[in-house]
């Protein structure tokens, strides 16, 4: 089989049976396959890239990666350390959408669009306040690193909803499906968390966190590829 499709098979194998392994509370397994289906997509992104690989792409995918590994304890006490590799990661996911929107000139939305963008940032401004008016309140030990968490990261959905409207370009595509993907994702995880044990939350959950590194990745290979075609 081929490096990078066994690479890619080995993210899906790994992906469903970490899972499989939540909905069947198979701790073992989570351990074995969670840091695997992620080791798999890091891996896939290092093989098919088409030249070094990106320091901000892998120190990302590193973040990411301690971040999933910290978030296997799964105790209370280590929940701020899951929000600081996070936040280390959609920083530097935002700074590189905001710089990409800089280096644009004379940057247009056509009129059509304004309407999609409104709904997306009513939307965002309703999921950052579930998270943090509904699922916490002000006696919540980590409140206010809750609340600047979560306007990084709508702030992060928002620029890449600017990137995709001004250019629908597939790597946008994939920035755009990755940050919808992952505010679902960690929505449905904190309120299935700290405020309502729902097990259709835990899947949909889990689902968007697995998809998200496969939206991850193919961004970070498609925005290799745009690099290379613009060196002279």
């Known amino acids: 089989m081929n490096t990078l499709k066994s690479h890619l098979t080995l993210y899906f194998i790994f992906g469903f049976l970490y899972f499989l392994a939540i909905l069947a509370d198979w701790p073992l397994l989570t351990y074995i396959a969670k840091p695997s289906f992620i080791g798999a997509a890091f891996f896939y992104y290092i093989e098919e890239s ?31 350390y899951v929000l600081l590799f996070n936040f280390s990661a959609y920083c530097i996911l935002f700074y590189q959408s905001i710089k990409l929107l800089a280096q644009k000139q004379n940057l247009k939305i056509e009129k059509e669009y304004f309407v999609h963008f409104s709904l997306t940032l009513i939307f965002l401004a309703c999921l950052l306040y579930i998270v943090t008016f509904i699922v916490f309140d002000r006696s919540f030990e980590f409140y206010k690193a809750i609340s600047v968490y979560g306007f990084v990261l709508t702030s992060f ?49 889990v689902s968007c966190y697995i998809l998200s590194f496969y939206f991850l990745v193919h961004y970070f290979l498609k925005d290799n590829n745009v690099q290379t075609e613009e060196q002279p």
């Open 50 to 80: 088409n030249k070094p690989a990106n320091r901000l792409h892998c120190t990302v995918l590193i973040l990411l990666f301690i971040s999933a590994l910290i978030n296997l304890l799964e105790g209370y006490s280590y929940f701020i």
């Open 157 to 205: 959905a928002l620029s890449a909803t600017f990137l995709y409207l001004s250019d629908a370009s597939s790597k946008n595509m994939f920035l755009l499906l990755y940050a919808i993907d992952i505010i679902i994702g960690e929505l449905f995880y904190v309120i299935h968390h700290y405020y309502y044990n729902f097990t259709l939350l835990r899947v949909i959950s």
